[in-house]
């Protein structure tokens, strides 16, 4: 199994503003995962962070709006840039063990 | 790309009552895993239940019991003796267990369950 502490676990910030997401795993894991989950909605993947190189992302996100850190293998970084009202959600991180996905607590961001 | 279809946004059931959650998914593959995951209020999602797809025989967790037909493509989660402390949202996701697969979840869009007393 694995522990992921994700912090801040919520956050009100201005439009136009930034906000850096922050997980750690108590293990080593080769990728990371950060989702993002809309208000009422389901979860989409946002990006695979693999230490050591870029993240790769999903249809519909890019790298200037989410820029993703791994700098070790029990860290990762998420960015929100430049944010707008529509990026208010739940942003998740996971990783993924041999049987089984493991999640973060969830960060509720609101922009206003 | 793999897709994963929950038709029920909604359900609720009594106390005590036993409730089924649908589920059915699309994939050209022949090695995966599928979930249950439980979200409640508190937003941390709680794995209820995983099946192998290699494996025939369902999975069973307590109270928790799937429904697993792999060539319907369907994989419904069965609840008994529904408490009060399952209600949450769940979803239904898939995983790639094929060689180059990143070990991404694909989600269903959820169901809302309430448990009345």
């Known amino acids: 199994s694995a522990v992921i502490s994700q912090k801040p676990s919520r956050d009100i910030c201005q439009r136009g503003t930034s906000l850096t997401i922050q997980c750690q795993v108590d293990s080593q894991v080769t990728m990371m995962f950060w989702y993002r989950q809309q208000p009422g909605q389901s979860l989409t993947l946002i990006a695979t962070a693999n230490q050591g190189s870029e993240a790769t992302y999903e249809s519909g996100f890019v790298i200037d709006k989410f820029p993703i850190s791994r700098p070790n293998l029990t860290f990762s970084t998420l960015t929100v840039s430049n944010m707008s009202p529509e990026d208010s959600s739940i942003y998740l991180c996971?990783?993924?063990?041999?049987?089984?996905?493991?999640f973060g607590q969830g960060t509720r961001l609101t922009v206003v | 790309a793999q897709t994963v279809t929950q038709s029920q946004p909604e359900m609720s059931v009594q106390e005590a009552e036993t409730v089924t959650l649908s589920c059915t998914y699309d994939t050209s593959e022949s090695n995966y895993y599928l979930f249950w995951y439980k979200q409640p209020p508190s937003r941390q999602m709680i794995l209820v239940i995983r099946q192998e797809a290699y494996k025939q025989q369902n999975a069973t967790e307590n109270r928790f019991s799937v429904n697993f037909q792999k060539a319907a493509k369907s994989f419904s989660l069965k609840i008994s003796d529904s408490q009060l402390g399952d209600t949450a949202m769940y979803f239904c996701?898939?995983?790639?267990?094929?060689?180059?697969?990143?070990?991404?979840?694909?989600f269903g869009k959820g169901t809302k369950l309430t448990v009345n007393p």
């Open positions: 996701a898939f995983m790639s267990r094929s060689w180059e697969a990143s070990e991404k979840l694909v």
């Open positions: 996971s990783v993924s063990g041999n049987t089984e996905a493991f």
